[in-house]
């Protein structure tokens, strides 16, 4: 018995403290914690499902990363320490909101370019058309 | 259509023919971790069937192939022959590490008793391991070099080739 409880004392599974540090915010419990629980894993992807947050999805690998989460948060670690720590090891494509850098930027700038150049062509077009018309 | 919609258009079509076709030719088990390249998670994991802690750091200096499976996984019935294989053939200059996440004890031992065990198979606790190393689906194993770098990650159930052709990158 006091064999296993050694070995059980010995056993460490990597910790986010090796990869993001110390946390940086304030220790949550309570309400506050399952609140903000559930709102930074809806920032997170589930790694198997199609889309879906780890706020939102039933799968046991998103339960591991919301207890995860939720464990973070108790100990005060900031939403970003707890993105950054996820995406250490998932890389970007966790993250269900992608950051406004490199290929990424694209998303974000392509739709506004692509109405702009819609605008743009629809105009020119009106503008024919009402030479046209004036003529 | 004038000229410009058409220009326009066609330039739009080709880029994204561009992007389909880059993407056909990857093999989606193939995975770019963020993870190559960089020092392997650190853990101390309680072995199935002995109870002793199993501590990565002491495997330093051996390329080590860390394998995360489960019991419920189907995949991991056909991998296990192609790991206790090579775990036999290689054992003496390669360690082979089994990472059991979101599993029970019994069912391990039973597997392994039915199936054979070749090297030391770890309890992964709330899968907290697993998550540290990036992990999605099982199985998936990772490749680590005598620094304890990870070197590659192939993710699904390996072949004897795709293990053997990793393995050298972890040996070099």
């Known amino acids: 018995m006091i064999l296993l409880l050694i070995a059980l004392l010995q056993v460490k599974a990597p910790d986010a403290a090796q990869f993001v540090g110390a946390p940086h915010g304030v220790a949550l419990q309570g309400a506050a914690l399952e609140r903000r629980t559930m709102e930074v894993a809806s920032l997170l992807r589930c790694p198997v499902c199609q889309g879906m947050s780890v706020a939102d999805s039933p799968s046991t690998v998103a339960l591991d ?11 005060g670690y900031t ?3 707890i993105l950054s720590y996820f995406e250490r090891s998932y890389g970007e494509f966790v993250l269900l909101k992608p950051k406004f850098r490199g290929v990424n930027a694209l998303v974000w700038v392509l739709p506004l370019l692509a109405l702009l150049i819609g605008v743009v062509l629809v105009s020119m077009k009106l503008r024919k058309l009402e030479l046209v018309d004036g003529d | 259509m004038n000229r410009p919609v058409l220009f326009i258009g066609t ?16 093999d989606p088990q193939q995975i770019r971790s963020p993870m190559i390249g960089r020092p392997a998670p650190a853990f101390a994991l309680k072995e199935v069937g002995t109870g002793q802690t199993l501590d990565l750091q002491a495997l330093r200096d051996t390329p080590t192939i860390i394998n995360f499976w489960a019991t419920w996984c189907m995949p991991c019935y056909q991998e296990h022959p192609v790991l206790i294989d090579n775990a036999r053939l290689f054992g003496s200059k390669v360690q082979f590490v089994g990472v059991v996440f979101n599993d029970d004890e019994a069912s391990i031992q039973k ?20 998550i540290a190393y990036g992990v999605g689906g099982v199985p998936e194993t990772f490749f680590l070099d005598r620094q304890g770098i990870i070197v590659a990650k192939f993710s699904g159930p390996m072949t004897t080739d795709v293990l053997q052709a990793n393995l050298e ?4």
């Open chain 1, 65 to 75: 990363m919301k207890a995860q989460v939720r464990e973070l948060l108790a100990r």
């Open chain 1, 79 to 81: 939403e970003e320490q």
């Open chain 2, 111 to 130: 597997f392994l008793r039915e199936r054979g065990s070749a090297f030391p198979t770890l309890l992964d606790q709330q899968g907290k391991t697993a």
């Open chain 2, 11 to 26: 330039a739009i079509a080709a880029a994204l023919i561009a992007v389909l076709f880059v993407g056909l030719g990857n």
């Open chain 2, 169 to 172: 990158k972890a040996i070099r």
